[in-house]
């Protein structure tokens, strides 16, 4: 196969070899080397068979000092060059640092390109979430606030950008006469299913809540009466507690050849923000029936898990007990600390996470929807771990689309744009957004969601 050589400045080097080995290994899995090579100009410099074919623009990294690094707000872009061109459907580009020439010509039968838009610390930007890290801003929840994000700022939440670099990359490396191939990605979906509670009706105090909310805060007799009549089944036997969607999310997945990812919080009865005990017999034989239909069970480490090794581990050990095959992990709300929480997965072994998604609307945290391998920008290493970017959350994004058809429409818009990528369209349904009132509709339309986006 062709082999494919990129020349680089020394500066930053740990986070210049990342970026570069997760798209040209990860992403388009290749044959590549890098060279250091301390050129006047500092550069991404592509040859070909030994032949300098494209020239990207180091217009990030070589404007700072390797001592005092680029950890500071003011580092952080405010806006977005459009490179215009030809080679995708998006025809402007953003870009975030560099300018928006593009030059092509020929010299001797070889092509020569050069580009002034610096792609490749643009991707390291969204990628490793560095943004998160400069005046530790966070939300009620300890989270870096969705609205604090560069692409809610800019409106860019719904565009994978990093995919779309990985294709213009791709489109000039063909026109600069590269032969080699690429790896081929398929579409996947993966439906993810947070477990906060395991059982609506699982205590008195639950009950007597759930009834009280009717009458107080919904002020609904009709609701009353038909929760009333719910609960009573479900302590007679005839129909299961309102919360159990393991058969039904199973069956969908199974209908539809996808395998689920099944978080639970490896909690016990009495602990701060515990809803059921991980060592009960029913979460037990749920756990079971999961495994033994070859779907996948993962960590839903709990609310004060996130920025805590100690915490993370004892929870994860506790769920390696029923099953010792753990390799997911979801922190619960969503609760993320950048690098310091992938450090503690990474640390404990986990093998892939799921977390980089906004809180208060669905789309693409990390501009991807691919899986990659994360780096900390701490350490400047790059973790044994893979990011799955969970894309869509039904609690988020129903906050902005609370009408049935617009739910639906969005979150199918959404699939469609992964489609178009090839990527992976995780997506988060709880077991408890059905029943609840303000999921009543929405959670009628899951089946069809599922059908029309695994198509």
Request: charged share 25%.
């Amino acid at each position: 196969m062709e082999k494919v050589t990129i020349s680089i400045s020394s500066a930053f080097l740990p986070e210049k070899q990342y970026i570069l080995e997760v798209i040209f290994g990860h992403f388009f899995d290749i044959p590549f080397v890098i060279d250091v090579n301390d050129i006047n100009k500092p550069a991404y410099i592509i040859y070909f068979n030994g032949i300098k074919s494209l020239v990207f623009n180091d217009a990030f990294f070589s404007k700072f000092d390797e001592n005092t690094g680029y950890l500071s707000e003011s580092a952080i872009p405010i806006s977005y060059i459009l490179l215009k061109n030809e080679y995708l459907s998006e025809a402007d580009l953003p870009v975030l640092f560099g300018n928006d020439n593009l030059n092509i010509k020929e010299e001797n039968d070889n092509m020569k390109i050069s580009c002034g838009a610096d792609i490749f610390a643009s991707a390291f930007f969204f990628l490793s979430r560095w943004e998160e890290i400069p005046g530790h801003k966070s939300d009620e929840h300890g989270r870096f606030p969705d609205t604090e994000s560069f692409l809610q700022k800019n409106k860019l939440q719904n565009r994978p950008l990093v995919n779309e670099y990985l294709e213009f990359l791709w489109a000039l490396m063909l026109k600069a006469g590269y032969k080699g191939k690429r790896k081929q990605n398929q579409y996947k979906v993966t439906p993810t299913h947070d477990i906060d509670y395991f059982k609506r009706y699982n205590s008195f105090s639950k009950i007597i809540g759930t009834l009280l909310g009717d009458l107080i805060k919904r002020r609904s007799f009709k609701l009353l009466k038909k929760n009333i009549a719910e609960i009573y089944k479900c302590k007679i036997g005839k129909s299961l507690d309102p919360f159990d969607k393991f058969d039904f999310f199973i069956y969908i997945s199974e209908k539809n050849n996808l395998t689920s990812v099944f978080f639970f919080i490896p909690s016990l009865a009495g602990e701060k923000y515990s809803t059921y005990n991980i060592y009960s017999k029913d979460i037990e034989a749920a756990i079971r029936k999961i495994i033994e239909r070859n779907h996948k069970v993962g960590i839903h480490a709990s609310y004060l898990s996130f920025a805590d090794s100690d915490i993370f581990l004892k929870e994860l050990n506790r769920l390696r007990k029923i099953h010792p095959d753990v390799s997911f992990a979801r922190q619960h709300y969503l609760r993320f600390k950048t690098p310091v929480t992938w450090q503690i997965m990474a640390d404990a072994g986990i093998e892939i996470s799921s977390n980089m998604s906004f809180s208060n609307n669905a789309g693409f945290r990390t501009a991807c929807c691919y899986d990659y391998p994360v780096f900390n920008v701490l350490t400047r290493k790059k973790l044994k771990l893979i990011e799955l970017p969970l894309v869509m959350m039904d609690a988020a994004l129903i906050k902005e689309k609370a009408q049935k058809d617009n739910f639906f429409s969005s979150a199918v818009k959404l699939a469609k744009t992964v489609k178009k990528y090839r990527g992976n369209f995780v997506f988060l349904w709880h077991n408890s957004s059905f029943s609840l009132p303000e999921w009543e509709k929405i959670g009628e339309a899951y089946t069809e969601f599922v059908n029309e986006i695994a198509k």
